[in-house]
């Protein structure tokens, strides 16, 4: 049986077409690398289309409730008031006030009630009743404790300005800390005492 040049070419093109194209293992490798880089160009895009908003992303709960005894910074020695508040609102993410949760937003407040509560309610009375060394200490301890609420005050504003109240009184409250960060420098050294105060926080 012959066959013409024609039918026999029409019969390779015809192979051809059904015959599978065979993937090379470099071909697979750049065919990945093409959908990872377009995968990266998709979440890159979200992210952007995320930030244009202008709205901060909601932060989850880093503080713990806690009570006025755990957390106050009245003993030992004056000199290291500011650094000692600071460090209870350490995990608050200064950069994302706007951000920070209700709850954290009520511990903060409810540190500065408490640290309120036992000026009046506990270190006044008990400088009063002290003479000499003890009242010294017991003045120290309270200036730490005006650091202590203070610095809940402040940040307490600062968050609430952040998340679109009126921050009109930050630079009040900056002020008071300061002068008080101030006292608590001049005593460094000196015997500072604290004053059981049952407050828990928040309230």
């Known amino acids: 049986?012959?066959?013409s040049f024609a039918t026999l070419s029409l019969a390779l093109i015809t192979l051809s077409i059904a015959s599978p194209v065979p993937t090379t293992s470099?071909?697979?490798?750049?065919?990945k690398?093409?959908?990872a880089a377009a995968s990266s160009t998709t979440a890159a895009s979200a992210a952007t289309s995320t930030a244009s908003t202008g709205t901060a992303a909601a932060a989850g709960d880093v503080l713990?409730?806690?009570?006025?005894n755990t957390i106050q910074i009245s003993s030992g020695t004056a000199g290291s008031a500011e650094t000692e508040a600071n460090a209870l609102f350490a995990n608050i993410d200064m950069n994302n006030l706007a951000g920070v949760s209700a709850a954290d937003l009520d511990i903060i407040k409810g540190t500065h009630d408490a640290a309120e509560d036992a000026e009046v309610?506990?270190?006044?009375?008990?400088?009063?009743?002290a003479t000499g060394d003890e009242a010294t200490a017991l003045q120290n301890g309270k200036i730490k404790n005006k650091v202590l609420k203070l610095t809940a005050e402040v940040l307490g504003e600062?968050?609430?300005?952040?998340?679109g109240g009126d921050g009109s009184g930050v630079a009040k409250e900056q002020a008071?800390?300061?002068n008080n960060i101030k006292l608590d420098t001049a005593a460094a050294g000196q015997a500072s005492t604290s004053v059981s105060f049952a407050a828990s926080i928040p309230a």
Do not use: G, V
């Open 1 to 3: 049986m012959q066959f």
């Open 26 to 31: 470099k071909e697979k490798a750049a065919a």
């Open 33 to 35: 690398a093409a959908a």
């Open 64 to 68: 713990t409730s806690s009570d006025y």
């Open 121 to 129: 309610n506990a270190f006044n009375p008990a400088i009063a009743a």
């Open 158 to 163: 600062q968050i609430k300005a952040a998340q």
């Open 176 to 178: 008071k800390l300061a």
